[in-house]
T-cell receptor, first 116, second 110 residues
Framework: GAVVSQHPSRVICKSGTSVKIECRSL??????MFWYRQFPKQSLMLMAT?????????EQGVEKDKFLINHASLTLSTLTVTSAHPEDSSFYIC????????????FGPGTRLTVL | GQNIDQPTEMTATEGAIVQINCTYQ??????LFWYQQHAGEAPTFLSY????GLEEKGRFSSFLSRSKGYSYLLLKELQMKDSASYLC???????????FGAGTTVTVRA
């Protein structure tokens, strides 16, 4: 149980284009989903927290207009990187949490984004 | 801040034991997680400690001392596949978000 999928696993795009990443909880309903970014040899940095049916909460320094998050259902959240630039190249990982407050986060397999 | 400190790298021999320490700020503590992450993959859940003491799960054990702001992950009977990064993550009650340490890269040598 507690499987989270992400799609696509890898994406290469040209500078200025937008990329959408999907995160799905396959066998449980996720009240809360989180989006992280990880640069090489660094730890995970939280970008935003999304709760189903409400607006995402962004961490300081993360541009909400650049990283659009939609959590339309209890099993799906999407992250859209708009007008991507080479510095947005990173490993994007989502996690899903069955409950609110204190609960284990289950991570998706990650999406490797390369912006040329 | 919510500084979470763990060693950067550790090396051990196959079959040996390795202990990865993690220290954190105690204020607002609400639980500590250990995750394993292989290169290029997402983290996988290993353990969760919220009360003091030792939690054992097969070859992996995790210990917590809340008063000292200290945890360790113990890996026994090391196998080559245990070579990975191990992330200490703390849940603080003010926002219920996980704060991650930088990770400890463990290399298991034959």
């Amino acid at each position: 149980g507690a499987v989270v999928s992400q799609h696509p696993s890898r994406v290469i795009c040209k500078s200025g284009t937008s990329v959408k990443i999907e995160c799905r909880s396959l066998d449980f309903q996720a009240t809360t989903m989180f989006w992280y970014r990880q640069f090489p040899k660094q730890s995970l940095m939280l970008m935003a927290t999304s709760n189903e049916g409400s607006k995402a909460t962004y961490e300081q320094g993360v541009e909400k207009d650049k990283f659009l998050i939609n959590h339309a259902s209890l099993t799906l959240s999407t992250l859209t990187v708009t007008s991507a630039h080479p510095e947005d190249s990173s490993f994007y990982i989502c996690s899903a949490q069955p409950g609110q407050g204190v609960d284990t986060q289950y991570f998706g397999p990650g999406t490797r984004l390369t912006v040329l | 801040g919510q500084n979470i400190d763990q060693p950067t790298e550790m090396t051990a021999t196959e079959g040996a034991i390795v202990q990865i320490n993690c220290t954190y700020q105690t204020s607002g503590f609400n639980g500590l997680f250990w995750y394993q992450q292989h290169a290029g993959e997402a983290p996988t859940f290993l353990s969760y400690n919220v009360l003091d003491g030792l939690e054992e799960k097969g070859r992996f054990s995790s210990f917590l001392s809340r008063s000292k702001g200290y945890s360790y992950l113990l890996l026994k009977e090391l196998q080559m596949k245990d070579s990975a990064s191990y992330l200490c993550a703390v849940l603080f009650s003010n926002d219920y978000k996980l704060s991650f340490g930088a990770g400890t890269t463990v290399t298991v040598r034959a």
